[in-house]
């Protein structure tokens, strides 16, 4: 069964620190792959997505992600965070052969010290 | 472009009452999702329609939750008799076949 998962559930940082944070799956098709943050009190919204091509993709708000077919893994990143960052961070992926359903990871919760 | 709406925002009830929550996808997108969202978990699919039709439901509790579509657009999914565990926010969404789902502000249920 295809599964997401997020290797950590809280992350703490101060303002300028450099972010990652990490996203495996486990499917052995063709994938796509979704980040989407929801900001306190929001709702989902979309980060960046990967369907095909360049495997950097840049998102919304200075994020990137790279997929790496080999890892199966699909990081997040952003060189300098700021306070109003601080939000929940799912990892998702869907393919074609079970209909587009996003498999989602735990979710990151992600703090910026100010 | 609208968004995905939902409504109500909020809803309070005490266990074994029904309710029904509301959604209205973005214009031109047939398939439609509702999600289950526990505090601290990512969302679960309840439910996924393809313009007026169900594609996967094997993860909505049908003994208790039920979920229609009629024209194809809106979609109202109920809960009779509401259970303390059923407390969670409820989310729309929805998207062109394939591609990025997009999400609503969901309704926060308490059943108390």
């Known amino acids: 069964a295809q599964s997401v998962s997020q290797h950590n559930h809280h992350v703490i940082l101060s303002e300028a620190a450099s972010l990652e944070l990490g996203c495996n799956y486990s499917y052995g098709g063709t994938v796509n792959l979704f980040w989407y943050v929801q900001y306190p009190g929001q709702h989902l919204q979309l980060l960046l997505k990967y369907f095909s091509g360049d495997p950097l993709v840049k998102g919304i708000k200075g994020f990137e992600a790279e997929f790496i077919k080999s890892k199966f893994s699909f990081n997040l990143r952003k060189p300098s965070v700021q306070w109003s960052d601080t939000a929940e961070y799912f990892c998702?992926?869907?393919?074609?052969?079970?209909?587009?359903?996003?498999?989602w990871g735990a979710g990151t919760k992600l703090i910026i010290k100010p | 472009e609208a968004g995905v709406a939902q409504s109500p925002r909020y809803k309070i009830i005490e266990k074994r009452q029904s309710v029904a929550f509301w959604c209205n996808p973005i214009?031109?997108?047939?398939?439609l999702y509702w999600y289950q969202q526990i505090l601290g978990q990512g969302p679960k699919l309840l439910i996924q329609?393809?313009?007026?039709?169900?594609?996967?439901d094997s993860q909505l509790p049908k003994d208790r939750f039920s979920a229609e579509r009629l024209k194809g657009v809106d979609s109202t999914l109920k809960i009779q008799p509401a259970k303390l565990e059923d407390s969670a926010v409820y989310l729309c969404a929805s998207s062109l076949w394939g591609y990025e789902q997009y999400f609503g502000p969901g309704t926060r249920l308490t059943v108390t």
């Open positions: 214009s031109g997108h047939a398939t």
């Open positions: 998702a992926v869907n393919a074609m052969d079970s209909n587009y359903q996003l498999i």
């Open positions: 329609f393809q313009n007026n039709g169900v594609v996967d």
